[in-house]
């Protein structure tokens, strides 16, 4: 698991060094001279997009394959939880409830019952994925909730007290 998302942002860093390196060694004007040439801004070549090789939108396809795949192999790994923050913290979810406050408490309410198999996965996600990186990772493949203010680990830390205390 570890593994596919350490991939993954490699893979992103990786095609980012390359559109740099690209851009750098193409003598690209810059932006500014640019704006003072007539005629429109047209970021890059004709042969780059045109021509086979890697096209943009080539590169942000692989990039959302690997995604969906990190994405599926997460939910394999922890499906409970996936189900539960999914279902519940979704956009619509979130603005049915009126807010994320309520639908957490809504979530927490209905998934009682199934607290068992939630506190044993919360746990395994946290022992599993030691950097803030990995487990913000996992929540934003799940739902649509964000919670930078908080740290993603120590809000899925909060929610598995949440579910000890029933």
């Known amino acids: 698991m570890i593994f596919l998302l350490q991939l993954l942002v490699l893979g992103v860093i990786g095609l980012l060094a ?4 690209k851009a750098f060694m193409s ?3 810059s932006l500014s001279d640019r704006k003072a040439s007539s ?3 047209i970021e890059g070549r004709v042969e780059e997009v045109a021509g086979g090789g890697d096209s943009p939108g080539r590169a942000a396809a692989e990039t959302l394959k690997a995604f969906e795949n990190a994405r599926e192999a997460a939910r394999a790994t922890y499906p409970s939880l ?10 619509h979810a979130i603005e049915r409830a009126g807010d994320i406050e309520a639908a957490v408490r809504t979530m927490i309410e209905e998934w009682s019952g199934r607290r068992a198999e939630i506190t044993e996965e919360l746990t395994r996600l946290l022992a599993d994925n030691k950097d803030e990186a990995e487990v913000r990772a996992i ?3 799940a739902c649509d909730a964000e ?11 909060w929610l598995l007290g949440r579910f000890n205390a029933l």
């Open 27 to 29: 003598g690209e004007r």
């Open 39 to 41: 005629g429109p801004i």
């Open 18 to 21: 390359v559109n740099l390196w």
């Open 147 to 157: 919670f930078e203010l908080e740290g993603y680990r120590k809000w899925l830390i």
């Open 82 to 91: 996936f189900a539960m923050l999914g279902g519940y913290l979704n956009a």
């Open 139 to 141: 929540v934003v493949a």
